[in-house]
C-alpha cells in the first residue's frame, strides 16, 4: 500500500513538475484540486522558490476571477524530496477583491500570509521539492 502510494505521489509530482517546465513563468501551480488543477472556485493558486534577506522562502499568488471579492483561507505544506508532506496547522486567511490579483513580496509587510519561511517546514533547502496546501477553501463575499 505505500509503494503504491509512493508510485502514485511521484508521478503526480512529475507530471506538475512537466506542466510548470512548459510554462515561461517561474511561478508554479499549486495543487488545490484532487486532479492536481491549481484553480478552486474561480480562485487560482501559485508559487515561486525564492529568497527574502538571505532566507528561503516561498512567495504565494492568488488570482481571484471572479467579479465579487471572496475569503481564501488555507494551511502551508511543503513536499519534500523524501516525498512526505510538512503541514503547518495554523489557517491562514485573505480577502481579495473581485479580479483581484495578490502576492507575496519580501519588502511588502501587509501580506506577511503570502510569504512562507521553508525553515520553518525543514532544516535544508535541498529537501524542498513543491509547496502546497491543505484546507483551500474560498467563500464569496456577496455585496
Given at each position: 500500500m505505500r509503494l503504491t502510494f509512493s508510485i502514485l505521489s511521484f508521478i503526480l509530482f512529475?507530471?506538475?513538475?512537466?506542466?510548470?517546465?512548459?510554462?515561461?513563468?517561474?511561478?508554479?501551480?499549486?495543487?488545490?484540486?484532487?486532479?492536481?488543477?491549481?484553480?478552486?472556485?474561480?480562485?487560482?493558486?501559485?508559487?515561486?522558490?525564492?529568497k527574502c534577506n538571505n532566507e528561503d522562502v516561498v512567495y504565494i499568488k492568488l488570482f481571484n476571477y471572479n467579479t465579487d471579492a471572496v475569503i481564501v483561507e488555507w494551511n502551508d505544506a511543503i513536499f519534500?524530496?523524501?516525498?512526505?508532506?510538512?503541514?503547518?496547522n495554523k489557517?491562514?486567511?485573505?480577502?481579495?477583491?473581485?479580479?483581484?490579483?495578490?502576492?507575496?513580496?519580501?519588502?511588502n509587510t501587509s501580506k506577511s500570509e503570502l510569504v512562507v519561511?521553508?525553515?520553518?517546514?525543514?532544516?535544508?533547502?535541498?529537501?524542498?521539492?513543491?509547496?502546497?496546501?491543505t484546507s483551500f477553501k474560498v467563500t464569496t463575499i456577496k455585496k
Open positions: 512529475f507530471s506538475v513538475l512537466s506542466v510548470s517546465a512548459q510554462s515561461n513563468s517561474s511561478w508554479s501551480p499549486i495543487g488545490l484540486t484532487v486532479n492536481g488543477k491549481n484553480m478552486q472556485n474561480n480562485v487560482e493558486a501559485s508559487y515561486q522558490l525564492s519534500t524530496k523524501e516525498l512526505k508532506w510538512v503541514k503547518e489557517i491562514k486567511s485573505l480577502t481579495i477583491g473581485g479580479n483581484e490579483v495578490i502576492f507575496g513580496e519580501c519588502s519561511k521553508v525553515s520553518e517546514f525543514i532544516k535544508n533547502i535541498d529537501d524542498f521539492n513543491k509547496f502546497g496546501t
